[in-house]
Each structure stands twice: as structure tokens, then as C-alpha cells.
């Protein structure tokens, strides 16, 4: 597999995982911090800053749309990660806290938590249990 996909899955996973067990061992806080993003315009722009920087960083190093369904999943992450960013920075605070309501988030919390969960899971197990790539001359920057 190559370099991108066993890093990104590495540190997607690791962060997806932390994600989760935030989100599983503070319920309350985590609720309260998502209610103030759906009304916080500030704080939803920077979410969209990061959101978008982050998604667009994976898109531009892995878009890879046919090596199997590792590498898929890591380009879907990015992919989502970008478009929900682009959502943050232009959609209206209104707007977001309607799409927030749609979700009926409060309600099946537990089941949004198993998002990152599963998904945090399945690429730091791929990642870390795949050979750790050589890196060629031009993969680290022409040095050595």
C-alpha cells in the first residue's frame, strides 16, 4: 500500500479514536459544545477554516478512487472533511442549526459516537498493522 494511504489511515484513525472516546466519556459537554457551534458564527467559521484545510490536504495528497476499499475510505474521509468545511464557512449559522435539528443529534448521540468509533477503529488497525512503507528519495523531499 502506499506511504499516503498507511499515514493518513494512521492518523485519521488515531484522531477519529480520540473523537470517540471524547464524545463517549462527556456527553453532556460535548452536546453543549455543539449547541454553541450551531450558534456561534465565530466559532463555526473556524471549524470551517480547519474543517477545509484539513479535508483539502488529504484530497490534494490521496484522491485515490481505485485501489480497494482502504485507500476509498481514507479519499471519502478527506472528501467529507473538505465539503463539510466549505459548509461551515459559507452556510448561514440558521442554516447549520436546522441541518444540526434534521440529525436529531441528542437523540441518537450514541450511535453518531460509533461514527468515529468504527471508522477511528478500522484505519488505525489497517494502518498500523500494514508494513511500514520505505520512503524513496523524492517522497522525503530529495533528501538522503
Do not use: C
Amino acid at each position: 500500500m502506499s506511504a499516503a494511504t498507511v499515514y493518513l489511515s494512521r492518523l485519521i484513525g488515531v484522531v477519529a479514536l480520540i473523537i470517540a472516546v471524547g464524545m463517549l466519556a462527556d456527553k453532556a459537554t460535548t452536546l453543549a459544545a455543539v449547541d454553541h457551534l450551531g450558534s456561534d458564527r465565530s466559532s463555526l467559521l473556524l471549524l470551517g477554516v480547519v474543517r477545509a484545510a484539513a479535508g483539502a490536504g488529504i484530497v490534494l495528497i490521496h484522491n485515490v478512487w481505485t485501489r480497494g476499499f482502504w485507500p476509498l475510505v481514507v479519499t471519502l474521509t478527506g472528501w467529507a472533511m473538505l465539503v463539510r468545511g466549505v459548509m461551515n464557512l459559507f452556510l448561514p449559522t440558521e442554516v447549520m442549526a436546522a441541518l444540526f435539528q434534521t440529525v436529531y443529534f441528542s437523540e441518537f448521540y450514541y450511535l453518531y459516537a460509533l461514527i468515529p468509533l468504527l471508522l477511528g477503529g478500522y484505519l488505525a488497525l489497517r494502518g498500523f498493522s500494514a508494513p511500514v512503507p520505505n520512503l524513496g528519495a523524492a517522497e522525503r523531499g530529495g533528501r538522503g
